[in-house]
Every structure is written in C-alpha cells, then in structure tokens.
C-alpha cells in the first residue's frame, strides 16, 4: 500500500491546487476519493453540491477516529525562489518536493491509507477532505452546516514531526476603512488625511490592544498585514484601509470592540473570526505518542469544532512545520512513513 500511497502523493503534488481556485481543488479531491474508494468498504457519504468543494469519506458509523485535511495550498510565490520546480513532486532518498507537500498533501494521503486500512479491518473510520483553508478555512466552515459528525476523536493532519498538539489560538481579522476628505496636496488644512488618521487612531494605539494569555496555548498577538491608501502624491488621500491578523485563545470578541471604537470615521469590519481549539488532556487513543507545544497556526478545527459532538481535538501529522508555505517545501518520507503507521495504529485502537 505504501508504494500506491506514494504515487498519489506525487500526483497531488503536481496539482496546483491554490487557495480559491474551486476548479483545480474539486479536480484534486476526485483523485483522492478514487484511491480512497477503491478499497471495499470505503465510500463517499456526504459531500458539496454548491459552493466551495468537500467531502466526507468513510467506513461504518462514524464513531471511529475522524481525520480533517484540506486540498488547497498557498501560492507558490516567486519560482526563481525554488531549487526544483514547484509542482515537480521529485523525490530523492531523504525528500519529497513541491507546494503543498507538507501542507497538508502528505497528512490527507496518510490519512486515506488509513481508511483503507479501517475498511481491510472491518473498522470504523472517516476521511473529511475540505478545500480553501488556507484563506480562512472557508471550506470546513460551509461543510459544517450540514454535517452530524460522532467521532471518538478528530485528527487535523498538519505538519508536527508526528507530535501531538493539543490546539491551537483563533483568529480574528480585522478591515479598518479610514473615510477622509480629499484636497491639493499644497493645502492639507482643508482636507482629511485618511492614512494619517489610520496611522494615529489605529496603528498609534496598538500599545493598549487587548490582548490575553492561555497556559497552553500563549499569548495573543496581532500583527498589521495591509496597509493602503491614497491615489497621488500631490492629494491629500479621502480613503486608507488597515488589515489586522489577531490570533486569539479567549475569542475575538475584545479585538473586535477596540477596533470598532477608535473614532467615528473609521469603520471595523471583520473579515474572519475563528475561534481556538484545546483538548485538555492526551486522549486515551494516542497514550504513549510524544506531544507538542500548541500549534502556531488556526486549521479547519476551528470551522468544525461544533460540528463533532464534543470529540478531542488533536494536531498530528508527519513533516517540518517550518516547510509550510516556503518555498522549497520538502516533506521527509521517513516522517510521512512514521504517519502511515501511526494513523494505522489509530483507526484501529480508536474503533475497539
């Protein structure tokens, strides 16, 4: 199986399966639910009809481990930065090569090894394939509606060495629109500067952001992503809009208040508002395995949380978490194998 499982791994790699192209993501999924549906047992239960792609595959009821893995992929980014070419997929003794390898191509195929594995065993698993995670898990949040899901546990296969980490923070993201007045640049006074409002009320006031702490998962952080504004050097500009990555653990609610009441002609849209994910403890089906700290990154977790009947949440997958959106990315196929057999080992355990 192991020989197969890489062969759809190298075929996936070669997919450009970037964030918000649905074509490309849909197109990538079939290959996955093809390897998947090809061992007895295993079929599609629920999966999209609008809007952006997903599916569910699985065996039995439900009630076995549930792994969540998305398609998409960031862009690849300027290929004069790439010793290989970014959809190459080439492996070597110690590597696999491209976009999308570490995350999270190599955690989906482990994952859909182990389903045909639960279907050889006669036990229970489920494989949720979602797409445009990577712009805000738009995907998992669309496919919540409309899934009842009852696992004993849920696996979100992003890259922690083959770690286990017990959550992650939320996210919250903020547009900050500046109205002002145009005018001459040769007289400011009657006009108002929107990226000099913006730069005072907003960035000038960062210092008294709100921000907490989690024992596990850290400290909140925020961070300016975009800042634009203005149309000519010579015009004092009537329009400026600030972007805000927040990363949260205690919801974004306190964020969202600060943002909303810096002044009367700044208006605060949120763009994103992902809640953190934490299991208390090591679930009994991973006793032994070596944990990790919190992940530094949101998942789909966050989109499903609710949607999983209260099960423990977990981040567990093969591959250097600093490989993901480098470029470069490689993927150790001794990790990757070290998650064939782990996910193997889980199906299996979690449906006794």
């Given amino acids: 199986m192991t020989d197969e499982a890489l062969e759809l791994l190298r075929d996936l790699v070669r997919q450009d399966t970037t964030s918000g192209d649905n074509a490309a993501q849909a197109s990538a999924q079939e290959l996955a639910v093809s390897y998947a549906t090809a061992a007895a047992g295993v079929r599609v239960l629920q999966r999209s009809t609008t809007g952006r792609p997903w599916v569910l595959l699985g065996t039995g009821s439900g009630s076995g481990a549930l792994f969540v893995c998305h398609i998409d992929t960031v862009p690849v980014g300027s290929p004069g930065l ?38 050889e065993a006669g036990a229970d698993a489920q494989v949720l394939i979602t797409s445009d995670e990577e712009i805000g898990c738009r995907g998992a949040a669309e496919a919540a509606g409309s899934l009842e899901l009852t696992p004993r546990i849920v696996v979100v296969p992003e890259a922690t060495q083959n770690r286990v980490s017990l959550g992650h923070r939320g996210a919250t993201w903020l547009r900050l629109a500046a109205t002002g007045k145009a005018a001459h640049g040769s ?16 960035l000038g006031l960062l210092g008294s952001f709100p921000l907490s702490t989690e024992d596990y998962l850290g ?7 975009t800042f634009e504004g203005g149309t000519a050097t010579n015009i004092v500009p009537a329009s400026a809009v600030l972007t805000l990555d927040v990363r949260t653990v205690g919801g974004g609610a306190p964020a969202i208040a600060w943002a909303s009441s810096l002044d009367p002609a700044i208006s605060a ?78 199906v299996l355990s979690a449906a006794r």
């Fill in 269 to 346: 849209e949120v763009d994103l508002d992902l809640p953190a994910v934490r299991t208390p403890g090591l679930p009994d089906a991973l006793a032994g395995h070596a944990t990790a700290p919190a992940a530094t990154y949101f998942t789909d977790a966050s989109a499903l949380a609710g949607s999983v009947s209260g099960a423990p949440i977990v981040i567990w997958g093969p591959g250097d978490p600093r490989e993901m959106h480098a470029a470069d990315e490689k993927l150790e196929l001794e990790s990757w194998r070290a998650a064939l057999r782990n996910y193997r080992e889980l």
């Fill in 82 to 119: 790439w010793e290989r070419a970014p959809f190459s997929a080439d492996t070597d003794e110690e590597y696999l090569h491209g976009r999308g390898s570490v995350d999270m191509k190599g955690g989906l195929v482990a994952a859909l090894a182990a389903l045909r594995n639960a279907a």
């Fill in 187 to 202: 007289t400011p006074h009657l006009g108002r500067n929107a990226i000099q409002l913006l730069a005072e009320r907003a």
């Fill in 219 to 225: 400290e909140e952080t925020v961070n300016v992503g």
